[in-house]
Nanobody
Framework: QVQLVESGGGLVQPGGSLRLSCAAS????????MGWYRQAPGKERELVAS???????NYADSVKGRFTISRDNAKNTVNLQMNSLEPEDTAVYYC?????????WGQGTQVTVSS
């Protein structure tokens, strides 16, 4: 099993930045793919960014050039640096991990972009 705990959400003005962190309960060396998803009110959950085997990255078109996903192997965390935030980025952000044929989710962290 893998437990995931997100942190770093909050309220930020448009154009601002936030850094989300997802702490895993086991070494992320053993986890093939980790990612960040988000769900806005009334919308389906969507992929924001993913990192595969700590090397390959994938981003939603809407966040390319603004968000960066990275892994810190020493801390067993996956981070999402979010810059140039827009009101449309407002959502609950969830960390996700694929391990042992199973899909694991964190509890989510709220990101609100508003002036």
């Amino acid at each position: 099993q893998v437990q995931l705990v997100e942190s770093g959400g909050g309220l930020v003005q448009p154009g601002g930045s936030l850094r989300l962190s997802c702490a895993a309960s086991r070494s992320i060396f053993s986890i093939g793919t980790m990612g960040w998803y988000r769900q806005a009110p009334g919308k389906e959950r969507e992929l924001v960014a993913s990192i595969i085997s700590g090397v390959a990255t994938n981003y939603a078109d809407s966040v390319k050039g603004r968000f960066t996903i990275s892994r810190d192997n020493a801390k067993n965390t996956v981070n999402l640096q979010m810059n140039s935030l827009e009101p449309e980025d407002t959502a609950v952000y969830y960390c996700n991990a694929r391990y042992g044929g199973m899909l694991y989710w964190g509890q989510g962290t709220q990101v609100t972009v508003s002036s």
